[in-house]
């Protein structure tokens, strides 16, 4: 069973593996639940130190001697593993590959380890490399080393050095008082005697061969990043109306580094964007219904930070209609990221300042952010997120409106507005009477195909908030029903007019 990528080992490969006990590219182990051994090796593996530009290998059911402890592999531990990649302990991400093979005398899973293009990586704060058969935390000459190897392979934009800026451009003080502390540990940077350049360095915001910032730095502590990358900020617009020619409410520009961008960020989803509604649901208990779940907003929006295109001149969009939320970010799919593999597989175009975010806590885990959304979002009532990649340069998201939020709102002051088609209002005109179940709402109009009813008729009376289901904590119960809200009421009576 293979969780990840290309693995590039054979069982005859590591039969030999099995028996070579001198590579110090091979861990032995017959743990199958320390996780911070497993994390040491691998983060150790993904810096290559002595500069095999080979892979590493964890070997789990395997003594130092190389004899098998009759491992029985199961699907936990290769979930756990699978998550060590991405749940953001090592830092930046590591390219890593897990199998397992079957012998006569027990399971082997394999963890392969690619060498990494952006050393060093950290393993809960700590650097961990391996020289022969010792793993330990590197000193200070050894990092260097690893820094000088980063520059060399440094292929993103955000490693690039920024010709031009200074030590001055950054905030430093946001540095070493807010950052340093979140992404190192305690006792490594207690023992730190480097002075603030290689500090920088070492988490990949300043470039020493330059002596200059890089984009990652400059973006998430400069002073005045649009000075250097004029696209580097978020419009928001709210609309008052279903177009771009419909009045505006609201506009706001979020400007400056990320560090500070992305806090002012954060608090407006949560108090300015999120609206909520407590509606009755018996005479003791009353629940709370939002326009949009601030988590999957937030999420979204972060992952326009994180993956956006910073070359480019055009600034993240974010665009707030009545009836749905826009987000835009120059940059369309990345790498290994196609239209027919999304969200399943994932890429960074930006991958320091991914790991950044990941270190502020803006990114829980890497790649599973959108799985998450559409959950968040189906239970809020606002539907899937749609993901349009036809932009080719662009990566643009929309998520409709709840509507379980529109059906308790005020319908003299937030009416409908959205064209309401025939067959809605014959569905409409029939609810009238009183509740009804889906079979009986197509009885009665002589509707015979569930699927046309539930598509034009049933999904857009919801998407409208003008119809509610009357056990809405259970969509799938037999005895489901619906029933007009007040909303309907008031367009019915609009109409008649």
């Not at 950054?170 to 490594?188: C, G, Q």
Request: proline letters at 5%.
């Amino acid at each position: 069973m293979s969780i990840h990528h290309h693995i590039v080992i054979s069982k005859a490969q590591l039969s030999e593996r099995l028996k070579n006990l001198e590579s110090d590219r091979i861990e032995r182990t017959i743990s199958t639940n320390d996780t911070d051994k497993f994390g040491m090796a691998i983060c150790a593996f993904a810096k290559d130190f002595p500069a095999h530009q080979k892979p590493g290998y964890l070997l789990i059911g395997v003594r130092d001697n190389g004899s098998l402890s009759g491992l029985k592999v199961n699907d936990e531990l290769l979930k756990n593993l699978g998550g060590i990649r991405s749940d953001g302990l090592i830092l930046p991400q590591p390219q890593m590959n897990i199998c397992h093979f079957n012998f006569e005398e027990g399971d082997v899973v394999v963890v392969e380890v690619l060498p990494s293009n952006f050393p060093p990586l950290r393993y809960k704060g700590k650097v961990w490399i391996r020289v022969g058969p010792r793993k330990a935390v590197a000193n200070e000459a050894e990092e260097r080393i690893l820094i000088e190897k980063r520059i060399s392979s440094a292929t993103t934009f955000d490693t690039r050095p920024c010709i031009g800026a200074t030590l001055t451009d950054l905030n430093l003080d946001a540095f070493t008082r807010n950052y340093l502390p979140k992404a190192i540990d305690a006792e490594s940077l207690k023992e730190d005697n480097r002075n603030i350049k290689e500090q920088l360095a070492s988490l990949r915001f300043f470039d020493l061969q330059h002596n200059c910032p890089t984009y990652a730095g400059l973006l998430l502590f400069g002073k005045q990043p649009v000075y250097y990358l004029f696209g580097a900020y978020i419009q928001y617009v709210g609309f008052n109306g279903q177009t771009l020619g419909a009045d505006i409410n609201n506009e706001f520009k979020f400007s400056g580094d990320l560090f500070t961008v992305l806090s002012k960020l954060d608090t407006f989803i949560e108090t300015s964007l999120i609206k909520k509604h407590p509606i009755p649901v018996s005479a003791l208990r009353e629940e709370t219904v939002k326009n949009y779940s601030y988590w999957a907003i937030r999420e979204l929006m972060m992952n326009a930070v994180m993956h956006r295109d910073y070359e480019s001149h055009t600034p993240i969009r974010f665009y707030e209609y009545t009836n749905r939320i826009e987000l835009m970010n120059a940059g369309g799919l990345y790498g290994n990221a196609r239209p027919e593999n999304f969200p399943n597989v994932n890429d960074y175009r930006n991958p320091v300042i991914a790991e950044a975010m990941k270190v502020l806590g803006y990114v829980n885990r890497f790649s599973r952010g959108v799985t998450r959304v559409n959950e968040e979002l189906l239970q809020n009532g606002n539907g899937s997120a749609i993901f349009d990649f036809s932009k080719l340069t662009v990566f643009e998201v929309t998520v409709p409106i709840s509507a379980h939020y529109l059906a308790f709102t005020d319908p003299v002051t937030d009416p409908v507005t959205d064209p309401v088609t025939d067959p809605v209002i014959q569905l409409l005109k029939l609810l009238t009477k009183g509740e009804f179940s889906s079979g009986e709402m197509r009885a009665t109009l002589g509707i015979k195909h569930r699927a046309t009813f539930r598509d034009n008729y049933i999904h857009p009376a919801i998407a409208l908030g003008l119809i509610i289901q009357t056990i809405p904590d259970k969509p799938n119960s037999r005895l489901q029903k619906y029933k007009l809200t007040e909303r309907a009421k008031h367009f019915l009576k609009e109409i008649k007019k």
